[in-house]
């Protein structure tokens, strides 16, 4: 599920869509969390749907560990890659904003994290962009985003979390370890590579 202090709006012609802050959304709150209303593809079903179904799938599912993909039934499927996003997945299984995001302003995400099986062209023009996405990025560049989602993950419990209903009391008390001893208990981003 998606934050709920989101909305769908036209971001252009030659991109799309993509998802906006109605409020403020300070660093370390949950933005996205798998809920039960997702569905997951493993490799079996995907190769047995048809190619006009394959498509979509393609478009706005990820990759998980396991190698599923998983297709959010809301505005998760429509967030865009920066190369500075604003939001980063964790091993923990959901999203987080690593900066204060503002009203108005875009949310984004890094796609690196998404185990893509091809690389992906990027259309930003800032200054800086990697310019494409590869399966290799994760190998890279996961230290440096470690340090962004664990200084993010310490300020958890500082901010209002409207999707907490969603973290049952496994994840709950592997977040309360972290919180304890983040050195011990950090589960790094390379756990989110996926699995052969």
């Given at each position: 599920?998606?934050?709920?202090?989101?909305?769908?709006?036209?971001?252009?012609?030659?991109?799309?869509?993509?998802?906006?802050?109605?409020?403020?959304?300070?660093?370390?709150?949950?933005?996205?969390?798998?809920?039960?209303?997702?569905?997951?593809?493993?490799?079996?079903?995907?190769?047995?749907?048809?190619?006009?179904?394959?498509?979509?799938?393609?478009?706005?599912?990820?990759?998980?560990?396991?190698?599923?993909?998983?297709?959010?039934?809301?505005?998760g499927?429509?967030?865009?890659?920066?190369?500075?996003?604003?939001?980063?997945?964790?091993?923990?299984?959901?999203?987080?904003?690593?900066?204060?995001?503002?009203?108005?302003?875009?949310i984004?995400?890094?796609?690196?994290l998404?185990?893509?099986?091809?690389?992906?062209?990027?259309?930003?023009?800032?200054?800086?962009?990697?310019?494409?996405?590869?399966?290799?990025?994760?190998?890279?560049y996961?230290?440096?985003?470690?340090?962004?989602?664990?200084?993010?993950?310490?300020?958890?419990?500082?901010?209002?979390?409207?999707?907490?209903?969603?973290?049952?009391?496994?994840?709950?008390?592997?977040?309360?370890?972290?919180?304890?001893?983040?050195?011990?208990?950090?589960?790094?981003?390379?756990?989110?590579?996926?699995?052969?």
């Amino acid at each position: 599920m998606f934050h709920p202090a989101s909305r769908l709006k036209n971001k252009s012609s030659r991109i799309g869509l993509g998802v906006y802050a109605t409020e403020f959304i300070p660093v370390g709150t949950i933005t996205y969390i798998r809920d039960p209303l997702e569905l997951v593809i493993n490799d079996r079903d995907y190769s047995a749907l048809p190619n006009v179904l394959q498509a979509p799938v393609e478009r706005y599912a990820y990759v998980d560990e396991r190698g599923d993909r998983i297709l959010s039934w809301d505005l998760g499927k429509y967030v865009n890659h920066c190369c500075f996003p604003n939001t980063m997945t964790t091993a923990f299984g959901f999203e987080l904003a690593i900066r204060d995001i503002h009203p108005g302003e875009e949310i984004t995400d890094e796609y690196g994290l998404f185990n893509l099986e091809s690389p992906m062209a990027l259309t930003c023009s800032k200054p800086g962009c990697r310019g494409v996405v590869t399966a290799t990025d994760l190998d890279t560049y996961f230290p440096t985003w470690d340090k962004e989602v664990k200084a993010a993950l310490l300020r958890i419990r500082q901010v209002e979390q409207p999707l907490w209903p969603l973290v049952d009391s496994t994840l709950d008390q592997r977040i309360q370890q972290f919180l304890a001893d983040p050195e011990q208990h950090y589960p790094s981003l390379s756990l989110v590579k996926r699995r052969s």
